[in-house]
């Protein structure tokens, strides 16, 4: 086996320790949010989501599970191509405990609560974040050609 394969096995065992670790947080907190609490303008208390982002659409649990199965299907197709690499796993672990939540549950748990902003949950900030960073990456380097 050459270096390369090598690098590449090390890298993709890292990948996918980072997206279980990302699942596994976003799991744990939706299990451990059970009542309601309050930190200044930052409400914690479990809601059922049967639509997307923001509460749209909601009663559409299958239509969603058909899209972020294929979202994730070509997240890991194009996975070499977005920077940092790092990304994608995020991405995908979050994903999955959302698709999870979707499953098992017939709905995603949402928790987090934020002044009049949506009630979201850990895999939506994870989400959010990483297609900022992906986008602001894309943008300098844009700007640099």
Same mark, same amino acid.
């Given at each position: 086996? @050459?270096?390369?394969?090598?690098?590449?096995? /090390?890298?993709?065992?890292?990948?996918? *320790?980072? %997206?279980?670790?990302?699942? =596994?947080? &976003?799991?744990?907190?939706?299990?451990? $949010?059970?009542?309601?609490?309050?930190?200044?303008?930052?409400?914690?208390?479990?809601?059922?989501?049967?639509?997307?982002? =923001? %509460? =749209?659409?909601?009663?559409?649990?299958?239509?969603?599970? #058909?899209?972020?199965? *294929?979202?994730?299907?070509?997240?890991?197709?194009?996975? +070499? @191509?977005? /920077?940092?690499?790092?990304?994608?796993?995020?991405? #995908? %672990?979050?994903?999955?405990?959302? *698709?999870?939540?979707?499953?098992?549950? %017939? +709905?995603?748990?949402?928790? $987090?609560?934020?002044?009049?902003?949506?009630?979201?949950?850990?895999? &939506?900030?994870? $989400?959010?974040?990483?297609? *900022?960073?992906?986008?602001?990456?894309?943008?300098?380097?844009?700007? /640099?050609?």
């Amino acid at each position: 086996m @050459n270096q390369n394969t090598k690098n590449q096995i /090390k890298n993709a065992g890292k990948g996918f *320790l980072l %997206g279980l670790l990302v699942f =596994l947080l &976003d799991q744990i907190t939706k299990y451990l $949010i059970t009542d309601t609490y309050t930190f200044g303008g930052i409400t914690l208390t479990p809601v059922k989501n049967t639509g997307g982002a =923001l %509460g =749209l659409f909601q009663g559409t649990n299958t239509v969603f599970i #058909i899209v972020m199965v *294929l979202v994730i299907g070509l997240l890991y197709r194009i996975r +070499h @191509n977005l /920077k940092p690499s790092w990304i994608v796993p995020v991405i #995908i %672990g979050a994903g999955l405990g959302n *698709l999870f939540d979707r499953i098992v549950f %017939g +709905h995603v748990r949402d928790f $987090i609560s934020i002044m009049s902003f949506p009630i979201f949950n850990v895999a &939506d900030a994870v $989400i959010t974040c990483s297609v *900022l960073i992906i986008i602001w990456r894309e943008y300098q380097n844009s700007s /640099k050609s």
